[in-house]
């Protein structure tokens, strides 16, 4: 199973970014996905997930601001972020939920 994630980069308080995530190796259309975000010196958090059959989940931080979305064709999950804050800043990682499959991760940097 591999998870590539891609998307990140430096943006603008106020912004947005799309992150993307391709899975292989793996029955896409049938995992939960999520993704979660390491802040320096911060333990991992869940920002968003999504179950086989669509259905989202999100941080309280989050809400209202990202979307979690899934192509089954593509094999790809995205998290749609707008409205980005400087604490918004961190590694994001997209993961297979009951499993140990995590994407490398992509950075993500707001600057006020």
């Known amino acids: 199973v591999q998870l590539q994630a891609s998307g990140g980069g430096l943006v603008q308080a106020g912004g947005s970014l799309r992150l993307s995530c391709l899975a292989s190796?793996?029955?896409?259309?049938?995992?939960?996905m999520g993704w979660y975000r390491q802040a320096p010196g911060m333990q991992r958090e869940s920002v968003a997930t999504?179950?086989?059959?669509?259905?989202?989940n999100y941080a309280s931080s989050v809400e209202g601001r990202f979307t979690i979305s899934r192509d089954n064709i593509k094999n790809t999950v995205y998290l749609q972020m707008n409205n980005l804050k400087p604490e918004d800043t961190a590694i994001y990682y997209c993961?297979?939920?009951?499993?140990?499959?995590w994407g490398q991760g992509t950075l993500v940097t707001v600057s006020s």
């Open positions: 993961h297979i939920i009951r499993s140990t499959a």
């Open positions: 190796g793996t029955m896409f259309r049938t995992k939960h």
């Open positions: 999504i179950t086989a059959l669509g259905s989202t």
